[in-house]
């Protein structure tokens, strides 16, 4: 737990921090909320898919989940126009996601158990 907030604080320090002189302060949040989504989505639907066998072995669920998190984060950047800044923002903001951690495990055994 103490290992996601540190992460997410260092995380969210290196957005600000790569983005700050190009990018709003506004619009840098905003990528970081997107990016804990997009995480937390991707959780589930990888978890999902590989409980329904649609995904086998673990490097094809590490790969399903890296493509798919990739893909709603470049969706998202190609859909407001600053697709470029995507190359420069993704290891910050992949690093900020620690909260979404945080956030999954108490959802997922609060959904299992029912």
């Given at each position: 737990m103490c290992s996601a907030v540190v992460t997410s604080i260092?995380?969210?320090?290196?957005t600000f921090w790569f983005g700050h002189g190009y990018l709003s302060d506004g619009f840098l949040a905003l990528c970081i909320g997107v990016s804990n989504l997009a995480f937390f989505s991707t959780l589930f639907v990888t978890l999902h898919c590989e409980a329904k066998r649609w995904i086998k072995g673990?490097?094809?669920?590490w790969?399903?989940?890296?493509?798919?998190?990739?893909g709603l984060m470049?969706?998202?950047?190609a859909s407001i126009g600053v697709l470029p800044w995507f190359g420069y923002l993704i290891v910050p903001l992949s690093l900020s996601t620690g909260f979404a951690i945080l956030a999954f495990g108490p959802l997922r055994d609060?959904?299992?158990?029912k």
């Open positions: 260092v995380g969210i320090a290196l673990t490097l094809s669920v790969g399903f989940f890296v493509v798919w998190y990739l470049a969706v998202f950047f609060w959904s299992v158990k």
